[in-house]
């Protein structure tokens, strides 16, 4: 088909306008931030089962000073109801008092046992908290990354929204100044996922890259360089490179 000088003008922009908005739509559909929001949802899935984990023990060593709370509760109960009953003495014979003794004697052995093994674990308690508490933060970093990185991806959908909108409206016009068939072959092209158009550098397809015979490429270029062609393997429109 045979177009204008003017027209060929227009269809060379057509093709770079078709490029762009490719590569808008690339990015768009896309994200360059994709892999890093990728990465912080993993991240994001390590620290929380980090974070259970480290929680599981601090509830463990926080049961375990309140049992050793307890035990020493119930031994110093003991210890007060011996003493007692060895300071009033009634009925008891001296058999009975030194076995009462042994017994408060027994009880504060195991008061201080308990207490050694409370101080113990309010240590672990101490470091299963920090631990825990780092985890958190490092947490909340993530998070905050990730909302931050979300935000900037929707951000930059919307200005490639309304690029692709404007370059969509921009190809829209030069359309309507090319011949309806020359445009039907290009948005066919499209639909089929090629560039529509292509500028010839050579005897090959510059949109699939079919070789064009010797004998057909030497007939184009005796012909005028405002004519276009269809390619026979991917039906995109040829225009020569004058």
């Known amino acids: 088909m045979l177009i204008t000088a003017e027209q060929r003008t227009e269809l060379q922009s057509l093709i770079e306008l078709a490029a762009h908005g490719r590569a808008l739509r690339h990015e768009h559909d896309n994200p360059t931030q994709a892999a890093a929001l990728n990465d912080l949802v993993a991240s994001h899935k390590e620290l929380e089962a980090k974070k259970t984990e480290a929680a599981e023990v601090v509830e ?12 020493i509760e119930a031994q110093n109960v003991q210890i007060k109801k011996k003493t007692n009953e060895l ?3 009634t009925g008891l014979t001296s058999r009975d008092l030194v076995n009462l003794q042994g017994e408060i004697a027994g009880h504060e052995e195991r008061v201080a046992e308990l207490e050694e093994a409370e101080l113990g674990s309010m240590e672990e308690l101490e470091s299963a908290e920090a631990a ?5 933060s490092s947490l909340a970093e993530v998070i905050a990354s990730g909302r931050a990185t979300q935000t900037a991806i929707k951000d930059r959908k919307a200005e490639l929204a309304a690029e692709l909108e404007a370059n969509g409206a921009s190809a829209q016009k030069l359309k309507s ?3 309806e068939a020359l445009v039907r072959q290009f948005d066919s092209n499209v639909a089929q996922g090629g560039p529509g158009a292509a500028i010839l ?3 090959n397809c510059q949109a699939c890259g079919q070789e064009i015979s010797g004998m057909a490429w030497k007939s184009m270029l005796l012909e005028d360089p405002n004519q276009t062609y269809e390619c026979e393997e991917c039906e995109a429109v040829l225009l020569r490179k004058s």
């Open 60 to 71: 463990k060593f926080r049961t375990e000073v309140s049992e050793h709370a307890g035990a």
């Open 87 to 89: 300071n009033d003495g």
């Open 132 to 136: 825990l508490s780092d985890v958190e």
């Open 177 to 179: 100044d090319l011949p």
């Open 201 to 203: 550098n050579g005897p």
